[in-house]
Nanobody, 123 residues
Framework: VQLQASGGGLVQAGGSLRLSCATS????????MGWFRQAPGKEREFVAA????????SYADSVKGRFTISRDNAKNTVYLQMNSLKPEDTAVYYC?????????????????WGQGTQVTVSS
């Protein structure tokens, strides 16, 4: 399974970005999907997850109320709408396909990873 993340860029604090992640196979439509991020010198951390249908989601506390994960299984694509961005949101963002149909925040729960897209938020 190949994943292609896009939509990253440079934005001022308070701005918005929408990340997209296209998967290469319809199989991913039966799996949960998630977004993680990794800032320089830090561990990769969980951001958001969606179950296979997109009706159950979970978020890291640091992004709750600002970020929204959604998916379009007909397009084999998952999205991350990021609003009210802060400088501390600066990181490389990765999408991933879960081993399970539900949501999980554990890195070990994901089997396929995209290449990442850079998000930089200036103050």
């Amino acid at each position: 399974v190949q994943l292609q993340a896009s939509g990253g860029g440079l934005v001022q604090a308070g701005g918005s970005l929408r990340l997209s992640c296209a998967t290469s196979r319809r199989t991913a439509s039966n799996n949960g999907m998630g977004w993680f991020r990794q800032a320089p010198g830090k561990e990769r951390e969980f951001v958001a997850a969606s179950n296979w249908r997109g009706v159950s989601t979970s978020y890291a506390d640091s992004v709750k109320g600002r970020f929204t994960i959604s998916r379009d299984n007909a397009k084999n694509t998952v999205y991350l709408q990021m609003n009210s961005l802060k400088p501390e949101d600066t990181a490389v963002y990765y999408c991933a396909v879960s081993r399970y149909s539900g949501t999980t925040s554990a890195r070990e729960g994901y089997q396929y990873w995209g290449q990442g897209t850079q998000v930089t938020v200036s103050s």
